[in-house]
């Protein structure tokens, strides 16, 4: 896999707080920030998020931890084409608990989630999406493992556009700290459902 350089990414709503340290990028969240599309006419669309173009028939890759302590806390991997078709997953904390969350909006967003036990604080979390005709494969590993948990698959327009990096928000708060390690690309998964 091939790491795409910061300085090849562009701010969609740049955050208050941005550092680089060494090859990470730590980013510190603004007051209430969000995506969500609950209806095709009203949305939130004030998240922090760092882009490059990446192309169809290929996978990305990036490795993230953060201090989730706050209700909708929430940081990951945005695939962005428009303000109403765009992804993003990675952690979202809820009711407590860090969840491995995913939303999808295509006019209007959906929401799925899943457990995360095993996410300490400032565990690292590797977040693989990869682009396989028109379908999008999302998985998980955490702590040092490759992203080989299955998390999410979607449909996705093979023609569709997309800008993707590194996302965070903090829709309760303002000072969420998140520390991305270098975005990688490669090829697309052979066997999207394969392990």
């Not at 882009?51 to 209700?71: N, V, Y």
């Amino acid at each position: 896999m091939i790491e795409i350089p910061w300085d090849a990414m562009t701010w969609h709503n740049p955050p208050p707080g941005e550092r680089r340290d060494g090859p990470v990028l730590e980013i510190v969240t603004g007051l209430k920030t969000d995506y969500w599309r609950p209806t095709p006419a009203e949305y939130v669309h004030t998240g922090h998020f760092f882009g490059a173009p990446w192309p169809p028939e290929s996978s990305i890759e990036l490795t993230f931890r953060g201090g989730f302590t706050q209700q909708y806390d929430q940081a990951g991997l945005m695939l962005y084409a428009a303000p109403d078709v765009w992804i993003k997953t990675g952690v979202e904390f809820e009711d407590g608990a860090p969840l491995a969350s995913t939303v999808v909006t295509f006019g209007r967003s959906d929401w799925s989630v899943a457990a995360l036990p095993h996410l300490g604080p400032n565990t690292p979390i590797a977040i693989r999406a990869s682009r396989t005709g028109d379908e999008l494969t999302i998985r998980y590993g955490l702590d040092g493992a490759p992203p080989r948990q299955l998390m999410r698959t979607c449909f996705l327009p093979p023609d569709v556009s997309l800008l993707a990096g590194p996302m965070c928000c903090s829709p309760t708060r303002e000072g969420l700290v998140v520390r991305f390690d270098p975005v990688r690309v490669g090829p697309s998964d052979a066997q999207p459902h394969g392990v």
